[in-house]
């Protein structure tokens, strides 16, 4: 069974970066989609970033040119570079993963999406 493991939240001050981390264990499928969502308190949870097991990125609109999502299959870990955080950065960040490669369109919903971490928490000083 695949679990999901984040790491590498805590506070950051805006403007500054931070690098979260994403471990997974278990069997891997030959073709997946690994992504990071996050929520904050009375709201849904939200895209941030998504990767195909082909190296296709997918990022929402408002973390584009300031996030970076990558993979290290030897580690078998996912991670989000965070880099000129604003304050409404500041959330539960979550990785999940579907089995299957997701579109530009699905990987942004949380239905392809069978497996997730419990979350780390993003906050953000002024």
């Known amino acids: 069974q695949v679990q999901l493991t984040e790491s590498g939240g805590g506070l950051v001050q805006t403007g500054g970066s931070l690098r979260l981390s994403c471990a997974a264990s278990?069997?891997?499928?030959?073709?997946?989609?690994l992504a990071w969502f996050r929520q904050t308190p009375g709201e849904q949870r939200e895209f941030v970033a998504a990767i195909l097991s082909s190296g296709i990125t997918f990022y929402e609109d408002s973390v584009k040119g300031r996030f970076t999502i990558s993979i290290d299959n030897m580690k078998n870990t996912i991670y989000l570079q965070m880099n000129t955080v604003k304050p409404e950065d500041a959330a539960v960040y979550y990785c999940a993963r579907a089995s299957g490669l997701t579109t530009a369109f699905t990987s942004r919903r949380i239905s392809p999406y069978d497996t997730w971490g419990r979350g780390t928490q993003v906050t953000v000083s002024s």
């Open positions: 278990g069997r891997t499928p030959a073709s997946y989609t």
